[in-house]
T-cell receptor, first 111, second 115 residues
Framework: SQQGEEDPQALSIQEGENATMNCSYKTSINNLQWYRQNSGRGLVHLILIRSNEREKHSGRLRVTLDTSKKSSSLLITASRAADTASYFCATDAPGNTPLVFGKGTRLSVIA | SAVISQKPSRDICQRGTSLTIQCQVDSQVTMMFWYRQQPGQSLTLIATANQGSEATYESGFVIDKFPISRPNLTFSTLTVSNMSPEDSSIYLC????????????FGPGTRLTVL
């Protein structure tokens, strides 16, 4: 069964606004990763956050992880039309296991 | 990081035929995986491709339907056998270099349509 559940399923914002997507998971994890997928294409790796980390930044992206709540959030600041895509969280358990994906959030940034 | 390529990028196939998808990584990797993404859905793991041994399949996926090869540390193939329209999906190859960090990279995907 899928581990992560993203929230919201779909999000529409104006260019320049911030976008926040949330991910919840059910069992203990080793890492949590966020990916972007443009329509019908492959996945682009955005950020990996380890279970012992609480926050990571990469450019306009900020990821937080709260293992006590089994949740993570992805914040995209100053969004652009090019950020329009589906965003997925994925988790792996200790032991180098394959990733299990959530259902994804479809983000639309309107120019 | 690892750069992953897949061939073909897309194909349209007839019911009952088989298609083999190739995945090439630009460097040696520990783990390789195959995922399926049905239209409008998230990714579902089909199997872990093990180098030199049989693949490890997830529940709901069987070797007869999705035979996988991994002859070395940079290459793998997935065959979709005896296809039906329900097999129409994007098939994605993925890899990580292991070592505990488990950053996982994906190929561009193969979009398969079965008529």
């Amino acid at each position: 069964s899928q581990q992560g559940e993203e929230d919201p399923q779909a999000l529409s914002i104006q260019e320049g606004e911030n976008a926040t997507m949330n991910c919840s998971y059910k069992t203990s994890i080793n890492n949590l990763q966020w990916y972007r997928q443009n329509s019908g294409r492959g996945l682009v790796h955005l950020i990996l956050i380890r279970s012992n980390e609480r926050e990571k930044h990469s450019g306009r992206l900020r990821v937080t992880l709260d293992t006590s709540k089994k949740s993570s959030s992805l914040l995209i600041t100053a969004s652009r039309a090019a950020d329009t895509a589906s965003y997925f969280c994925a988790t792996d358990a200790p032991g180098n296991t394959p990733l299990v994906f959530g259902k994804g959030t479809r983000l639309s940034v309107i120019a | 990081s690892a750069v992953i390529s897949q061939k073909p990028s897309r194909d349209i196939c007839q019911r009952g035929t088989s298609l083999t998808i190739q995945c090439q990584v630009d460097s040696q990797v520990t783990m390789m995986f195959w995922y399926r993404q049905q239209p409008g859905q998230s990714l579902t793991l089909i199997a872990t491709a093990n180098q030199g041994s049989e693949a490890t399949y997830e529940s709901g996926f069987v070797i007869d339907k999705f035979p996988i090869s991994r002859p070395n540390l940079t290459f793998s193939t997935l065959t979709v056998s005896n296809m039906s329209p329900e097999d129409s999906s994007i098939y994605l190859c993925s890899a990580n270099k292991g070592g505990g960090y488990n950053e996982q990279f994906f190929g561009p995907g193969t979009r398969l349509t079965v008529l």
